[in-house]
Protein backbone atom coordinates (compact mmCIF):
# COMPACT_ATOMS: atom_id res chain seq x y z
CA UNK A 1 0.00 0.00 0.00
CA UNK A 2 2.53 2.25 0.96
CA UNK A 3 4.69 1.54 -2.54
CA UNK A 4 1.38 2.72 -4.12
CA UNK A 5 0.97 5.70 -2.71
CA UNK A 6 4.91 6.25 -2.99
CA UNK A 7 4.42 5.69 -7.04
CA UNK A 8 1.34 7.91 -7.04
CA UNK A 9 2.95 10.72 -5.64
CA UNK A 10 6.08 10.43 -7.76
CA UNK A 11 4.00 10.55 -11.01
CA UNK A 12 1.93 13.18 -9.83
CA UNK A 13 4.81 15.71 -8.83
CA UNK A 14 6.30 14.44 -12.03
CA UNK A 15 3.01 16.14 -13.68
CA UNK A 16 2.82 19.12 -11.68
CA UNK A 17 6.92 19.60 -13.24
CA UNK A 18 6.13 19.39 -17.09
CA UNK A 19 2.43 20.66 -17.33
CA UNK A 20 0.14 20.68 -20.05
CA UNK A 21 -0.48 24.23 -21.79
CA UNK A 22 -3.25 24.90 -24.06
CA UNK A 23 -2.33 26.32 -27.46
CA UNK A 24 -5.12 27.41 -30.01
CA UNK A 25 -3.94 28.49 -33.93
CA UNK A 26 -6.31 29.78 -36.03
CA UNK A 27 -7.02 29.13 -40.19
CA UNK A 28 -6.81 31.83 -42.37
CA UNK A 29 -8.57 33.03 -45.75
CA UNK A 30 -6.81 34.80 -48.43
CA UNK A 31 -9.39 37.07 -50.51
CA UNK A 32 -6.88 38.38 -52.92
CA UNK A 33 -2.72 37.48 -53.88
CA UNK A 34 -2.98 33.78 -52.88
CA UNK A 35 0.60 33.09 -54.58
CA UNK A 36 2.16 36.75 -54.15
CA UNK A 37 4.61 35.63 -50.97
CA UNK A 38 6.15 32.95 -52.75
CA UNK A 39 6.53 34.40 -56.18
CA UNK A 40 7.63 37.58 -54.58
CA UNK A 41 11.02 35.89 -53.95
CA UNK A 42 11.57 36.28 -57.85
CA UNK A 43 12.17 39.73 -56.68
CA UNK A 44 15.43 38.89 -55.63
CA UNK A 45 16.45 38.07 -59.17
CA UNK A 46 14.84 40.47 -61.41
CA UNK A 47 14.02 43.49 -59.06
CA UNK A 48 11.88 45.36 -61.75
CA UNK A 49 9.13 42.63 -60.80
CA UNK A 50 6.66 44.66 -58.83
CA UNK A 51 6.11 44.17 -55.01
CA UNK A 52 2.99 41.56 -55.07
CA UNK A 53 -0.24 42.30 -52.41
CA UNK A 54 -2.44 40.31 -50.71
CA UNK A 55 -5.48 40.33 -48.41
CA UNK A 56 -5.72 37.74 -45.89
CA UNK A 57 -7.67 37.56 -42.62
CA UNK A 58 -7.38 34.95 -39.66
CA UNK A 59 -10.88 32.71 -39.04
CA UNK A 60 -12.13 31.45 -35.74
CA UNK A 61 -12.06 27.85 -36.66
CA UNK A 62 -8.38 26.21 -35.71
CA UNK A 63 -6.85 23.85 -33.94
CA UNK A 64 -6.84 22.95 -29.92
CA UNK A 65 -4.15 21.22 -28.58
CA UNK A 66 -2.57 20.68 -25.25
CA UNK A 67 1.72 20.33 -25.23
CA UNK A 68 3.89 19.37 -22.69
CA UNK A 69 7.67 18.71 -22.79
CA UNK A 70 9.05 14.90 -23.81
CA UNK A 71 11.66 13.24 -25.05
CA UNK A 72 10.70 12.22 -28.38
CA UNK A 73 8.32 14.12 -31.12
CA UNK A 74 4.79 12.47 -29.65
CA UNK A 75 2.02 13.81 -32.27
CA UNK A 76 -1.73 12.65 -32.03
CA UNK A 77 -4.31 14.19 -33.80
CA UNK A 78 -8.62 14.30 -34.62
CA UNK A 79 -9.95 15.40 -37.72
CA UNK A 80 -12.46 18.36 -37.79
CA UNK A 81 -15.05 15.56 -37.31
CA UNK A 82 -13.87 14.51 -34.33
CA UNK A 83 -12.10 11.20 -35.51
CA UNK A 84 -8.44 10.26 -34.80
CA UNK A 85 -6.09 10.91 -37.32
CA UNK A 86 -3.77 8.37 -35.80
CA UNK A 87 -0.45 9.28 -33.51
CA UNK A 88 3.21 9.41 -34.73
CA UNK A 89 6.24 8.89 -32.28
CA UNK A 90 9.68 10.66 -34.00
CA UNK A 91 12.76 10.53 -32.73
CA UNK A 92 14.16 14.06 -31.65
CA UNK A 93 17.36 13.78 -33.93
CA UNK A 94 17.68 15.21 -37.35
CA UNK A 95 18.10 12.02 -39.67
CA UNK A 96 14.89 10.69 -38.18
CA UNK A 97 12.89 14.20 -38.12
CA UNK A 98 14.17 14.64 -41.79
CA UNK A 99 13.06 11.63 -43.05
CA UNK A 100 9.45 11.87 -41.76
CA UNK A 101 9.54 15.55 -43.21
CA UNK A 102 10.20 14.68 -46.76
CA UNK A 103 7.69 11.65 -46.69
CA UNK A 104 4.73 14.16 -47.43
CA UNK A 105 2.25 12.53 -45.20
CA UNK A 106 -0.10 14.02 -42.51
CA UNK A 107 2.82 14.34 -39.88
CA UNK A 108 5.33 15.72 -42.34
CA UNK A 109 5.05 19.22 -41.81
CA UNK A 110 5.28 19.23 -37.82
CA UNK A 111 8.10 17.21 -38.66
CA UNK A 112 9.51 19.86 -41.08
CA UNK A 113 8.87 22.04 -38.37
CA UNK A 114 10.61 20.47 -35.21
CA UNK A 115 13.66 19.82 -37.52
CA UNK A 116 14.24 23.14 -38.61
CA UNK A 117 13.31 24.40 -34.74
CA UNK A 118 15.85 21.54 -33.72
CA UNK A 119 18.96 22.30 -35.40
CA UNK A 120 18.70 26.41 -34.90
CA UNK A 121 18.15 25.78 -31.12
CA UNK A 122 19.37 23.28 -28.08
CA UNK A 123 15.39 21.46 -27.56
CA UNK A 124 14.10 18.20 -26.19
CA UNK A 125 10.86 17.01 -27.43
CA UNK A 126 7.29 17.87 -27.39
CA UNK A 127 4.47 15.84 -26.89
CA UNK A 128 1.23 17.38 -28.50
CA UNK A 129 -2.27 16.47 -28.45
CA UNK A 130 -4.61 17.93 -31.15
CA UNK A 131 -7.48 16.91 -29.44
CA UNK A 132 -9.77 19.26 -30.92
CA UNK A 133 -9.82 20.58 -34.41
CA UNK A 134 -12.67 22.75 -35.64
CA UNK A 135 -10.66 23.73 -38.71
CA UNK A 136 -11.44 22.17 -42.39
CA UNK A 137 -8.67 19.87 -43.63
CA UNK A 138 -8.32 20.37 -47.86
CA UNK A 139 -10.21 22.79 -47.48
CA UNK A 140 -7.82 26.00 -48.30
CA UNK A 141 -8.19 27.16 -45.10
CA UNK A 142 -4.41 26.44 -44.44
CA UNK A 143 -4.81 23.39 -41.88
CA UNK A 144 -1.44 21.98 -43.06
CA UNK A 145 0.38 25.13 -42.24
CA UNK A 146 -1.46 25.89 -38.54
CA UNK A 147 0.14 23.01 -37.99
CA UNK A 148 3.45 23.90 -38.42
CA UNK A 149 2.59 27.38 -36.13
CA UNK A 150 1.14 24.92 -33.48
CA UNK A 151 4.46 22.88 -33.51
CA UNK A 152 6.94 25.88 -34.00
CA UNK A 153 4.64 27.68 -30.74
CA UNK A 154 5.22 24.56 -28.60
CA UNK A 155 8.54 24.75 -28.86
CA UNK A 156 8.82 27.93 -28.43
CA UNK A 157 6.52 27.85 -25.64
CA UNK A 158 7.66 24.80 -23.48
CA UNK A 159 11.67 25.83 -23.78
CA UNK A 160 11.50 29.32 -24.01
CA UNK A 161 12.94 29.84 -27.35
CA UNK A 162 10.61 33.47 -27.19
CA UNK A 163 9.92 33.16 -30.91
CA UNK A 164 8.61 35.93 -32.71
CA UNK A 165 5.67 35.74 -35.00
CA UNK A 166 8.77 36.02 -38.17
CA UNK A 167 10.48 32.85 -36.05
CA UNK A 168 7.15 31.21 -37.06
CA UNK A 169 6.67 32.11 -40.13
CA UNK A 170 10.83 30.96 -41.14
CA UNK A 171 9.33 27.39 -39.72
CA UNK A 172 6.33 27.64 -42.12
CA UNK A 173 8.91 28.53 -45.09
CA UNK A 174 11.77 25.69 -43.74
CA UNK A 175 8.98 23.12 -44.18
CA UNK A 176 8.13 24.18 -48.13
CA UNK A 177 12.13 24.01 -48.39
CA UNK A 178 11.92 20.66 -47.30
CA UNK A 179 10.20 19.40 -49.99
CA UNK A 180 6.55 20.46 -49.60
CA UNK A 181 3.65 19.76 -52.43
CA UNK A 182 2.34 23.19 -54.27
CA UNK A 183 -0.81 23.16 -52.13
CA UNK A 184 2.17 23.41 -49.10
CA UNK A 185 2.26 26.27 -46.27
CA UNK A 186 2.55 29.54 -47.76
CA UNK A 187 4.66 31.37 -44.74
CA UNK A 188 4.16 34.67 -45.23
CA UNK A 189 0.27 34.60 -45.47
CA UNK A 190 -0.23 32.22 -42.90
CA UNK A 191 1.63 34.39 -40.24
CA UNK A 192 0.27 37.71 -41.19
CA UNK A 193 -2.74 36.21 -40.53
CA UNK A 194 -2.09 34.62 -37.39
CA UNK A 195 -0.89 37.53 -36.38
CA UNK A 196 -4.11 39.67 -36.47
CA UNK A 197 -6.62 36.70 -35.91
CA UNK A 198 -9.32 36.67 -34.28
CA UNK A 199 -9.22 35.92 -30.67
CA UNK A 200 -9.57 32.34 -29.12
CA UNK A 201 -12.72 31.40 -29.03
CA UNK A 202 -13.20 30.79 -25.39
CA UNK A 203 -12.00 34.09 -24.37
CA UNK A 204 -8.20 33.72 -24.14
CA UNK A 205 -5.62 34.01 -27.29
CA UNK A 206 -2.74 32.17 -26.87
Keep these: SFGWHASFLESA ?10 LFVPGRICLFGEHSDWAGGFRRFNEKLEPGMTIV ?3 NQGIYA ?8 VLSSVDHHGAPVGS ?21 YAAGTAYKISTDSRVG ?16 LS ?7 LVARAFSRLYEIKMTLRGEMECVLARVARGARENAPRGRHDAEARSRAPPHPQGTRT
Excluded at 13 to 22: A, C, R
Excluded at 66 to 73: D, G, M, S, T
Design 88 to 108: RVVEMNARALLAEAKTGGFWS
Design 66 to 73: RVRRAPKL
Design 143 to 149: SSAAMCV
Design 13 to 22: LKMEENPWIE
Design 57 to 59: CGT
Design 125 to 140: GVEVDNYRTTLPMGKG
